[in-house]
């Protein structure tokens, strides 16, 4: 099979899409790990050291090379679709792009209960936050084959939902 998690940091992307592979018994590929992997930086690590736009050239490559493989569930980074040429090679690729969606407060809670530090986070203003939250939504929904509202599901109900979903849809992959 061949499906990628898109969705605003924090969401529940690298969790779900873990579990989702796994139930699956389907390769595992987190596009942010996958970053660190190829440059020894992590995402937070390269843009302070190099710019945004820089670690967005990059991204864009490690998500072209990894919408190659012939069967993985993959998670992607928050902003993966920042470049307008992201959402086409998103778009034009043959991954099923799940849209792991929720309200902001519901985001907003599971990115301060978790441990793992978040760049963008400590860099902008509440207010800025909630703008790049809003802007990136239309971007995820622009993609997205499946959206799914995951609101009070833990990650098991929400793989659950993916599945039932598949079940309806041609094979991809
Ligand atoms: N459905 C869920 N319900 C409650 N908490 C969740 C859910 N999914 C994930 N979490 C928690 O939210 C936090 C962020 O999850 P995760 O790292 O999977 O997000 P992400 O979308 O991959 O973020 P990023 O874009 O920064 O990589 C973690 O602490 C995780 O345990
Ligand atoms: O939302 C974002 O712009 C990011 C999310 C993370 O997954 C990382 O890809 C990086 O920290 C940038
Ligand atoms: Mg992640």
Redesign the pocket.
């Known amino acids: 099979m061949q499906i990628i998690l898109v969705?605003?940091?924090?969401?529940?992307?690298?969790?779900?899409g873990q579990l989702l592979a796994n139930t699956l018994a389907q390769p595992f590929i987190d596009l942010?790990a996958e970053f660190n992997t190829v440059t020894g930086y992590t995402p937070g690590a390269y843009m302070h050291q190099f710019s945004e736009a820089q670690f967005r050239q990059v991204e864009q490559q490690i998500l072209k090379t990894q919408l190659q493989q012939p069967q993985a569930v993959i998670?992607s980074?928050?902003g993966v679709l920042t470049l307008p040429t992201s959402r086409e090679i998103m778009q034009t690729s043959d991954f099923y792009v799940v849209y792991?969606a929720s309200d902001f407060a519901v985001n907003i809670g599971?990115?301060k209960?978790?441990s793992?530090p978040?760049p963008l986070m400590t860099k902008l203003t509440a207010h800025g936050l909630h703008e790049l939250w809003q802007t990136r939504q239309a971007h995820y929904q622009s993609v997205a084959n499946l959206t799914i509202n995951?609101n009070g599901?833990?990650?098991a109900a929400?793989v659950a939902q993916i599945i039932s979903k598949l079940d309806e849809e041609p094979i991809h992959g």
Do not use: A, C, N, Q
């Not at 969705?7 to 779900?16: A, E, L």
């Open positions: 969705g605003f940091m924090g969401v529940g992307k690298t969790t779900v942010d998670s980074g928050g792991l599971r990115l209960g978790d793992h978040r995951t599901l833990i990650p929400i």
